[in-house]
């Protein structure tokens, strides 16, 4: 029995394995991993916001802007490097340098003094002197504003005519190479007696420059009010600074939210995996199935196995087409992780530290495989139960609905960090417990949790295997009958 059982696995698993959409969908994701760095650098396209100040009130508070949107700039570029040292442990070329120290917030002097020291290029040159010749190279980001100095058209423009003479410059003409400008501030020449300046902008303005703008002239015509009534410039630019000294305490890297989302990112990946390869094989089942009752093979092959080993058979062939696909993407995501450098290593390598127990594998394997099987039952007797395609999909599109959509839900709760008691009752209703365990995994789940869910599903399956069995052996045979629900809770219900 068992011998005959394996020839029809082996039989189904070649069946699936010939076809060129399989073998489509196995390099899906290891193309994706070797493109994915050669696509970003042709792709990529710089996010940075040209702006142009055109200051007539004495070239200060355009100078302030500037300074202040140069200061923001270099502690993104600070905290990005440190990030980068401390993934590579690299504070040794440079241990009082800001960037050596980490997991904190980067004051205004520690910026200022990143800055003067020479900024990133500097810092990457003395991390030159200890990196190894493996570690990737410290990519600087792009920054968010440059400042474009106004043609002389527009500083030699009225007030009234300013608008006019900017329109060609924030929306070039079609066919132009000319890069659009994306903002102009216009500050008249009686900015501290009026609060008045303007602003145009390409398209909506983003929150945080339109904050940085009001912050830097709010401080500005405080300082020149202040000066109007009396009070000497010294003591008017000292109170518009004055600002409290906030200790800002961050947790460690990869604690807190961060820890959460790292260690989710596998188990969240394994359920979406195990979403869209059962979907992939269990639909080339289903349509196996269906050619052969459409080609009268059936009577030929039961001819030769009984209906159990056929069910047997099929069940653990396409079991081992979901699997083998799983084991592939896997093999190429620990390739992509250890053996390559880059954003998707820097992404997977952390991401499986914290499910690198013997205890998380064997959950999440033992998962994985249970929801393969609980699933891959449904699409077999489906393709007993269909004489076409058309038909299949009459039963299909229904039974995916009902599977995908509270997964899909289940998901992105968990990756938001929600919980409550829709999770908890989607963890113990059978069919979707494999995918809420392996959502859960990131976040945490009380051990007799996983082990009450683990013998559920395993009941749950020798159940469905029996009841779903009596189904597959009835409906077989029966072509030209369109079976429905009530059929099917009765032929569950009735002795072989």
Known sequence: MIERILIVAGREFRQIAATRSFWITLLILPLAFAMGPIASRFLDKSDTDRVMLIDRAGGGTAKAIADRLTLEEQRRVLTALSRYVESHHLEAADPAAPWASHDRW??????????ADGGAKAAIARIARIKRGDTPAFDIPDPFYTIVPPPPAVATASPAAIGRTLEPLLRPAEGSKAKPLDYAVFIPAD??????????ANGAPAPAFVATLQQL???????????????????AVASTTIAPAIAVVVPPRGSGRER?????????????ILLMSLILSGSWMLQGSVEERGNKLIETVLACVSPNELMYGKLIGTVGIGLSMVATWAICGLVAAFATHGAIAEIIRPALEPVSSFGAIA?????????????????????????????????LTPVLMVIMIPVTILVQAVLRGATGTA??????????????????????????????????TAAFIALEVVLLGRVFRATLLASGQRIGLKQVVGLMRRAD
Do not use: H
């Not at 959460?260 to 979406?272: D, F, K």
């Not at 994985?368 to 139960?385: C, K, P, R």
């Open 217 to 235: 002239l709010g401080q500005d015509l405080r300082q020149r009010f202040l000066t109007a009534n009396g009070v000497s410039p010294a003591v």
């Open 106 to 115: 980067y004051g205004d002097a520690e910026v200022a003094r990143f800055a």
């Open 423 to 456: 999770i908890e009752v989607l963890t113990w209703i059978p069919i979707y417990t494999p995918f809420a365990v392996l959502a859960r995994l990131g976040s945490g789940m009380p051990l007799w949790q996983i082990w009450a869910t683990g013998a559920l």
């Open 191 to 200: 900015f501290g007696r009026s609060p008045a300046v303007r602003l145009w």
């Open 363 to 395: 959950t999440i394997l033992y998962f994985f495989t249970a929801g393969y099987i609980l699933v891959a039952m449904i699409f077999l007797v489906i393709g007993s139960m269909s004489d076409s395609m058309r038909d299949a999909q009459g039963y």
């Open 260 to 272: 959460v989302l790292i260690r989710s990112i596998l188990p969240l990946a394994c359920a979406y």
